[in-house]
């Protein structure tokens, strides 16, 4: 049974930062991508960010490059969003999401939601101006 834990949401000021970390257990794929979502109320599920599992490859919104930084630890089957100068559109719940269909050599990232097979429960990110 896949797991996908998150945890470190909670309320910053404007310009902060946070690091979201997302234990997983129980994925037995040969080749994964985990990614990072987000939804804010009242809008659709956004992609974030994502990294291959295998290979460490890193994937970006735009609105993610540059001040979102994605990476796993696999000792401890981890994957981490440090995010800084958070502001005004980044509140939401952030999500962890696990792709199990995700070639090992690929290069490219899916970014559609529906293609992510597993889902962490969500952390709520706030930020105060």
């Known amino acids: 049974q896949v797991q996908l834990v998150e945890s470190g949401g909670g309320l910053v000021q404007a310009g902060g930062s946070l690091r979201l970390s997302c234990a997983a257990s129980?994925?037995?794929?040969?080749?994964?991508?985990m990614g990072w979502f987000r939804q804010a109320p009242g809008k659709g599920r956004e992609f974030v960010a994502a990294?291959?599992?295998?290979?460490?490859?890193?994937y970006y919104s735009g609105s993610a490059e540059g001040r979102f930084t994605i990476s796993r630890d696999k000792a401890k089957n981890t994957v981490y969003l440090q995010m800084n100068s958070l502001n005004s559109e980044d509140p939401a719940v952030y999500y962890c999401?696990?792709?199990?269909?995700?070639?090992?050599?690929?290069?490219?990232?899916?970014?559609?939601?529906?293609?992510?097979?597993?889902w962490g429960q969500g952390t709520q990110v706030t930020v105060s101006s």
């Open positions: 129980g994925l037995t794929a040969s080749s994964y991508a």
């Open positions: 990294i291959g599992w295998s290979l460490g490859r890193t």
């Open positions: 999401a696990a792709d199990s269909d995700y070639p090992i050599d690929s290069n490219t990232i899916v970014v559609i939601p529906d293609a992510y097979d597993y």
